[in-house]
T-cell receptor, first 112, second 113 residues
Framework: SQQGEEDPQALSIQEGENATMNCSYK?????LQWYRQNSGRGLVHLIL?????REKHSGRLRVTLDTSKKSSSLLITASRAADTASYFC????????????FGKGITLSVRP | AAGVIQSPRHLIKEKRETATLKCYPI?????VYWYQQGPGQDPQFLIS???????DKGSIPDRFSAQQFSDYHSELNMSSLELGDSALYFC????????????FGPGTRLTVL
């Protein structure tokens, strides 16, 4: 089954640095979405990139999508302590189904 | 802006009991999804509804059932609870067509003792 898999699994950086997280998946997709989750809390939608898009920006976030390599990256620039959370990529399979398949998640720690 | 509402936020049950989780989608969203997230795990798709009809089914145990009502809210019914059912249960909603953003509720934390 298709699955988003992120790397690295955990990332620790200093406030102000950039954080790059990668995600790979296995099958064709409609879109790929990135979510943030603070410990044990809800999933907050960050950004959606469609299969015909290559790059998308939203504030300090930049997402790229390479459908030939079945991979995506999320870049958070000028990180803040408040960015500390787990980040998931989720793929929406091609076709009529819209269920999301999540990867394992990346734990980002931003040190003040 | 209105968000997805889930109730209750926390639920504690004993083994073999039943539980009902409720989800109220964002207004004008006609599609509802249920996901289960075990401790330290990624969310897993359970079931979805579009216009009150089941649209897709994932790894949902036979002990669980769900439906979407005429006002588009959805309920997940869980019977014969097991310890392994302890998890965060998320509801998400979206508008059609397929491939739109899914907005998640805050989740219901179910603990089975």
């Amino acid at each position: 089954s298709q699955q988003g898999e992120e790397d690295p699994q955990a990332l620790s950086i200093q406030e102000g640095e950039n954080a790059t997280m990668n995600c790979s998946y296995k099958t064709s997709i409609n879109n790929l979405q990135w979510y943030r989750q603070n410990s044990g809390r809800g999933l907050v939608h960050l950004i959606l990139i469609r299969s015909n898009e290559r790059e998308k920006h939203s504030g300090r976030l930049r997402v790229t999508l390479d459908t030939s390599k079945k991979s995506s990256s999320l870049l958070i620039t000028a990180s803040r302590a408040a960015d500390t959370a787990s980040y998931f990529c989720a793929t929406d399979g091609a076709g009529a189904n819209s269920k999301l398949t999540f990867g394992k998640g990346i734990t980002l720690s931003v040190r003040p | 802006a209105a968000g997805v509402i889930q109730s209750p936020r926390h639920l504690i049950k004993e083994k073999r009991e039943t539980a009902t989780l409720k989800c109220y989608p964002i207004p004008r969203h006609d599609t509802v999804y249920w996901y289960q997230q075990g401790p330290g795990q990624d969310p897993q798709f359970l079931i979805s509804f579009y216009e009150k009809m089941q649209s897709d089914k994932g790894s949902i145990p036979d002990r669980f059932s769900a439906q979407q009502f005429s006002d588009y809210h959805s309920e997940l019914n869980m019977s014969s609870l097991e310890l392994g059912d302890s998890a965060l249960y998320f509801c998400a909603s979206s508008t059609r067509p397929a491939g739109d953003t899914q907005y998640f509720g805050p989740g219901t934390r179910l603990t089975v003792l």
